[in-house]
Protein backbone atom coordinates (compact mmCIF):
# COMPACT_ATOMS: atom_id res chain seq x y z
CA UNK A 1 0.00 0.00 0.00
CA UNK A 2 1.44 3.63 -1.24
CA UNK A 3 2.17 5.90 2.19
CA UNK A 4 3.18 8.93 2.92
CA UNK A 5 5.10 10.16 6.02
CA UNK A 6 6.16 13.19 7.39
CA UNK A 7 8.01 14.36 10.81
CA UNK A 8 7.91 15.75 13.03
CA UNK A 9 4.20 15.81 13.38
CA UNK A 10 4.74 19.13 14.82
CA UNK A 11 7.54 21.68 16.39
CA UNK A 12 7.83 24.38 18.14
CA UNK A 13 10.62 27.34 17.32
CA UNK A 14 11.72 30.36 18.36
CA UNK A 15 11.39 33.26 15.57
CA UNK A 16 14.86 33.06 13.65
CA UNK A 17 15.16 29.48 13.90
CA UNK A 18 15.93 27.06 10.84
CA UNK A 19 13.46 24.10 10.33
CA UNK A 20 13.95 20.97 8.54
CA UNK A 21 10.61 18.85 7.97
CA UNK A 22 11.21 15.59 6.72
CA UNK A 23 9.06 13.67 4.03
CA UNK A 24 9.50 9.99 3.44
CA UNK A 25 7.48 8.45 0.84
CA UNK A 26 7.01 4.24 -0.54
CA UNK A 27 4.34 4.45 -3.77
CA UNK A 28 4.67 2.47 -7.11
CA UNK A 29 4.94 4.71 -10.11
CA UNK A 30 6.19 8.17 -8.69
CA UNK A 31 6.52 11.30 -10.35
CA UNK A 32 6.60 13.88 -8.34
CA UNK A 33 6.35 15.75 -4.93
CA UNK A 34 4.73 18.27 -3.86
CA UNK A 35 5.31 20.38 -0.84
CA UNK A 36 1.93 23.07 0.50
CA UNK A 37 1.36 25.17 3.44
CA UNK A 38 -1.79 25.32 5.24
CA UNK A 39 -2.77 27.91 7.61
CA UNK A 40 -6.31 28.47 8.19
CA UNK A 41 -8.13 27.58 4.85
CA UNK A 42 -6.58 26.05 1.84
CA UNK A 43 -3.08 24.67 1.23
CA UNK A 44 -1.26 26.77 -0.71
CA UNK A 45 1.56 25.54 -3.01
CA UNK A 46 5.30 25.81 -2.18
CA UNK A 47 6.77 23.54 -4.42
CA UNK A 48 6.74 20.61 -7.03
CA UNK A 49 9.84 18.25 -6.84
CA UNK A 50 10.61 15.84 -10.11
CA UNK A 51 14.24 15.31 -10.16
CA UNK A 52 16.55 14.16 -7.75
CA UNK A 53 19.31 16.49 -6.18
CA UNK A 54 18.04 19.81 -7.52
CA UNK A 55 16.92 22.46 -4.97
CA UNK A 56 13.93 24.60 -5.22
CA UNK A 57 14.25 27.33 -3.62
CA UNK A 58 11.92 30.70 -2.68
CA UNK A 59 13.06 33.09 -0.27
CA UNK A 60 13.68 31.80 3.12
CA UNK A 61 12.27 28.62 1.64
CA UNK A 62 13.82 25.66 -0.01
CA UNK A 63 13.46 21.86 -0.73
CA UNK A 64 15.21 18.79 -2.31
CA UNK A 65 14.21 15.59 -3.13
CA UNK A 66 15.93 12.24 -2.96
CA UNK A 67 14.24 9.83 -5.43
CA UNK A 68 16.87 6.74 -4.19
CA UNK A 69 16.17 6.99 -0.70
CA UNK A 70 12.74 8.27 -1.26
CA UNK A 71 12.50 11.19 0.81
CA UNK A 72 12.42 15.24 0.61
CA UNK A 73 13.13 17.37 3.18
CA UNK A 74 11.54 21.37 3.56
CA UNK A 75 13.97 23.80 4.89
CA UNK A 76 13.22 27.11 6.47
CA UNK A 77 15.58 29.46 7.47
CA UNK A 78 15.27 32.93 9.69
CA UNK A 79 11.47 31.39 10.52
CA UNK A 80 9.19 34.14 10.90
CA UNK A 81 5.73 34.14 12.69
CA UNK A 82 3.81 33.86 9.57
CA UNK A 83 5.47 30.70 9.11
CA UNK A 84 3.68 29.22 11.70
CA UNK A 85 1.49 26.81 9.71
CA UNK A 86 0.87 22.89 8.69
CA UNK A 87 3.36 21.87 6.07
CA UNK A 88 1.80 19.49 3.96
CA UNK A 89 3.62 17.03 1.71
CA UNK A 90 1.93 15.31 -1.18
CA UNK A 91 3.17 12.76 -3.81
CA UNK A 92 1.66 12.04 -7.52
CA UNK A 93 1.46 8.10 -7.93
CA UNK A 94 -0.39 6.10 -10.40
CA UNK A 95 -1.53 2.36 -9.95
CA UNK A 96 -1.78 0.51 -13.06
CA UNK A 97 -6.03 1.44 -14.00
CA UNK A 98 -5.59 4.88 -12.89
CA UNK A 99 -4.00 8.24 -14.69
CA UNK A 100 -1.36 11.03 -13.36
CA UNK A 101 -2.91 13.90 -11.48
CA UNK A 102 -4.06 11.58 -7.90
CA UNK A 103 -1.79 13.01 -5.00
CA UNK A 104 -1.42 11.00 -1.77
CA UNK A 105 -0.74 13.09 1.17
CA UNK A 106 1.07 12.84 4.32
CA UNK A 107 -0.66 13.91 7.61
CA UNK A 108 1.45 17.26 7.90
CA UNK A 109 3.44 18.88 10.12
CA UNK A 110 2.10 21.61 12.56
CA UNK A 111 4.97 24.55 12.95
CA UNK A 112 4.70 26.66 15.82
CA UNK A 113 6.71 29.72 15.36
CA UNK A 114 6.77 31.78 18.91
CA UNK A 115 8.01 35.41 18.71
CA UNK B 1 -6.22 35.16 -13.42
CA UNK B 2 -9.04 34.23 -10.65
CA UNK B 3 -8.37 31.37 -8.21
CA UNK B 4 -10.30 28.06 -7.68
CA UNK B 5 -13.65 29.36 -5.92
CA UNK B 6 -16.02 26.93 -3.99
CA UNK B 7 -19.39 27.33 -3.04
CA UNK B 8 -21.12 27.85 -0.40
CA UNK B 9 -18.07 27.94 2.08
CA UNK B 10 -20.17 26.84 5.36
CA UNK B 11 -22.94 24.27 5.15
CA UNK B 12 -24.88 22.51 8.04
CA UNK B 13 -26.93 19.51 7.30
CA UNK B 14 -28.68 16.35 9.51
CA UNK B 15 -28.25 12.74 8.68
CA UNK B 16 -29.46 11.10 6.18
CA UNK B 17 -29.81 14.65 3.93
CA UNK B 18 -27.76 14.97 1.12
CA UNK B 19 -25.48 17.94 -0.43
CA UNK B 20 -24.34 18.84 -3.32
CA UNK B 21 -21.00 21.67 -3.55
CA UNK B 22 -19.47 23.67 -6.63
CA UNK B 23 -16.54 23.94 -7.25
CA UNK B 24 -15.09 26.75 -10.50
CA UNK B 25 -11.75 26.40 -11.57
CA UNK B 26 -9.37 28.63 -12.63
CA UNK B 27 -9.53 29.64 -15.99
CA UNK B 28 -8.28 27.35 -18.54
CA UNK B 29 -7.79 24.21 -16.52
CA UNK B 30 -9.17 21.17 -17.47
CA UNK B 31 -8.99 19.14 -14.29
CA UNK B 32 -10.82 19.20 -11.08
CA UNK B 33 -9.43 17.01 -8.39
CA UNK B 34 -12.14 16.73 -4.82
CA UNK B 35 -10.52 15.81 -1.64
CA UNK B 36 -12.03 15.21 1.85
CA UNK B 37 -9.99 16.79 4.98
CA UNK B 38 -10.88 15.81 8.74
CA UNK B 39 -8.47 15.97 11.52
CA UNK B 40 -8.52 12.04 11.92
CA UNK B 41 -7.63 11.33 8.39
CA UNK B 42 -6.29 14.00 7.27
CA UNK B 43 -6.32 15.39 3.67
CA UNK B 44 -7.68 11.97 1.37
CA UNK B 45 -8.31 12.03 -2.21
CA UNK B 46 -11.80 11.30 -3.24
CA UNK B 47 -12.09 11.67 -7.39
CA UNK B 48 -10.45 13.51 -10.32
CA UNK B 49 -12.07 15.08 -13.43
CA UNK B 50 -11.03 16.01 -16.80
CA UNK B 51 -12.89 16.92 -19.41
CA UNK B 52 -15.83 15.78 -18.33
CA UNK B 53 -14.97 11.97 -17.07
CA UNK B 54 -13.85 11.29 -14.08
CA UNK B 55 -9.97 9.96 -14.58
CA UNK B 56 -8.98 8.72 -11.04
CA UNK B 57 -11.17 7.49 -8.19
CA UNK B 58 -9.80 7.25 -4.28
CA UNK B 59 -11.34 4.53 -1.88
CA UNK B 60 -15.26 6.23 -0.66
CA UNK B 61 -18.18 4.96 -1.19
CA UNK B 62 -20.66 5.12 -3.37
CA UNK B 63 -22.56 7.65 -1.55
CA UNK B 64 -19.85 10.43 -2.65
CA UNK B 65 -19.95 10.75 -6.43
CA UNK B 66 -18.95 13.79 -8.57
CA UNK B 67 -19.63 15.50 -12.69
CA UNK B 68 -17.89 18.23 -14.40
CA UNK B 69 -19.94 20.21 -16.85
CA UNK B 70 -18.54 21.26 -20.01
CA UNK B 71 -16.97 24.85 -18.78
CA UNK B 72 -14.79 22.50 -16.22
CA UNK B 73 -16.76 23.51 -13.30
CA UNK B 74 -17.41 20.23 -10.74
CA UNK B 75 -20.05 19.15 -8.50
CA UNK B 76 -19.68 16.92 -5.62
CA UNK B 77 -22.61 15.27 -4.12
CA UNK B 78 -23.03 13.20 -0.85
CA UNK B 79 -26.09 11.42 -0.07
CA UNK B 80 -27.68 9.85 3.02
CA UNK B 81 -25.35 11.87 4.76
CA UNK B 82 -23.43 10.71 7.82
CA UNK B 83 -22.21 12.42 10.91
CA UNK B 84 -18.38 11.24 10.17
CA UNK B 85 -19.26 12.89 6.61
CA UNK B 86 -18.22 16.26 8.62
CA UNK B 87 -15.29 17.83 7.06
CA UNK B 88 -13.54 20.28 5.13
CA UNK B 89 -14.30 19.67 1.18
CA UNK B 90 -11.48 21.19 -0.77
CA UNK B 91 -11.30 21.08 -4.41
CA UNK B 92 -8.05 21.72 -6.58
CA UNK B 93 -7.96 22.48 -10.19
CA UNK B 94 -4.73 21.69 -12.82
CA UNK B 95 -4.83 22.18 -16.61
CA UNK B 96 -4.92 18.13 -16.55
CA UNK B 97 -2.33 17.95 -19.31
CA UNK B 98 0.24 16.18 -17.72
CA UNK B 99 -2.47 12.87 -17.66
CA UNK B 100 -2.05 12.44 -21.41
CA UNK B 101 1.62 13.98 -21.22
CA UNK B 102 4.11 12.71 -19.36
CA UNK B 103 6.46 16.03 -20.59
CA UNK B 104 4.05 18.24 -18.92
CA UNK B 105 4.15 17.37 -15.06
CA UNK B 106 6.00 20.40 -13.73
CA UNK B 107 3.03 22.71 -15.52
CA UNK B 108 0.56 20.41 -13.99
CA UNK B 109 0.78 21.88 -9.95
CA UNK B 110 -2.80 21.41 -8.49
CA UNK B 111 -4.30 24.75 -6.76
CA UNK B 112 -6.28 24.44 -3.86
CA UNK B 113 -9.68 26.62 -3.17
CA UNK B 114 -10.73 27.35 -0.07
CA UNK B 115 -13.08 24.34 0.60
CA UNK B 116 -16.08 24.23 1.96
CA UNK B 117 -16.84 22.98 5.66
CA UNK B 118 -19.62 21.06 6.07
CA UNK B 119 -21.17 19.99 9.18
CA UNK B 120 -23.15 17.01 10.15
CA UNK B 121 -25.61 17.10 12.83
Known amino acids: EDKVVQSPLSLVVHEGDTVTLNCSYEVTNFRSLLWYKQEKKAPTFLFMLTSSGIEKKSGRLSSILDKKELFSILNITATQTGDSAVYLCAVEARQATDSWGKLQFGAGTQVVVTP | KAGVTQTPRYLIKTRGQQVTLSCSPISGHRSVSWYQQTPGQGLQFLFE???????NKGNFPGRFSGRQFSNSRSEMNVSTLELGDSALYLCASSSGLAGINYLSVTADTQYFGPGTRLTVL
Open chain 2, 49 to 55: YFSETQR
